[in-house]
């Protein structure tokens, strides 16, 4: 039978969508209407992921927020961490850069970073959407979109060496092998270091991987990785569709 209007307005891909297109037009507009909606959908959205956190991160731990953009995640993780704890939100868009560091700027234990992660450092291509201020790459897909000149930075370099890493999430837009590349001292480091990332198919592939490489090299430094939300078997089978995607925990032991 072919869907009725009203039954594809509410297929939960379309709702998104509209919501997402609600949510860019407020940033243009009204950035304290963009922020009450975008943290009222984190907030819903990522409740399990929140809940995960909030059994893992202690006072006085380090964590890093990998793609902070405007700092909704940054905000939670530096309130976990406390006073003596440290937060480094790490962001490659300009505008995005610019809210994050207002919104965390009265918190002193979180310190904004506008660069991007790579596996080395220099600098890269960040193509911005026009569309969602959260779908920025640093690969080219073949859109066409604009670019900006970013330093780019391998957290191995970044990161002194014995410095403990407690936890780390992680959400651009498909180039998540490439910063767990340039963190490899890091990661071999902290063995006891947990990583929150999103799992997007689609992404990885338009960045030039395979989504298993990126599994893969996480196996091999020895952490298990399993997903936050949905079932074992719902995770297994991402990968057909642009909007398939899932947040995935990597830890050790």
Same mark, same amino acid.
């Given at each position: 039978?072919? *869907?009725?209007?009203? @039954? $594809?307005?509410? %297929?939960?891909?379309?709702?998104? &969508?509209?919501l997402?297109?609600?949510g ?30 909030r ?19 940054s905000?939670?993780l530096?309130g ?5 704890g440290?937060?480094?939100?790490? *962001?490659?868009?300009? @505008? $995005?850069?610019? %809210?994050?560091?207002?919104?965390? &700027? ?7 970073i ?10 890269l291509?960040?193509f ?18 604009p ?17 403990p890493i ?12 490439a ?27 338009a960045a030039?991987h395979?989504?298993?490489?990126l ?39």
């Amino acid at each position: 039978m072919r *869907e009725t209007f009203l @039954e $594809n307005m509410f %297929r939960p891909h379309v709702v998104k &969508n509209k919501l997402f297109e609600t949510g860019n037009l407020l940033y243009n507009i009204s950035p304290m209407g963009y922020r009450f909606l975008y943290r009222l959908y984190k907030n819903l959205s990522d409740r399990e992921e929140r809940k995960l956190i909030r059994s893992m991160l202690k006072p006085g731990m380090t964590a890093l927020d990998i793609g902070a953009n405007i700092g909704m995640y940054s905000l939670f993780l530096g309130g976990l961490v406390g006073s003596n704890g440290r937060v480094l939100a790490i *962001e490659p868009g300009p @505008e $995005n850069f610019e %809210r994050l560091r207002q919104a965390v &700027n009265h918190m002193p234990n979180i310190n904004a970073i506008h660069a991007a992660l790579a596996e080395k450092n220099g600098q890269l291509r960040l193509f911005l959407s026009e569309i969602l201020n959260v779908d920025h790459h640093t690969y080219d897909d073949g859109e066409g979109r604009p670019f900006v000149l970013v330093e780019a930075i391998a957290l191995d370099e970044h990161i002194p060496i014995g410095r403990p890493i407690h936890f780390v999430k992680i959400d651009v837009q498909g180039a998540e092998l490439a910063v767990l590349k340039g963190a490899k001292r890091m990661l071999r480091e902290n063995h006891d270091v947990k990583i929150l990332f999103e799992y997007w198919p689609y992404g990885l592939r338009a960045a030039g991987h395979e989504p298993s490489d990126l599994l893969s090299f996480l196996q091999d430094l020895g952490f298990t990785i399993r997903p936050v939300g949905i079932s074992q078997a719902k995770w297994e089978c991402l990968g057909s569709t642009k909007e398939d995607y899932c947040n995935l925990i990597a830890e050790r032991g």
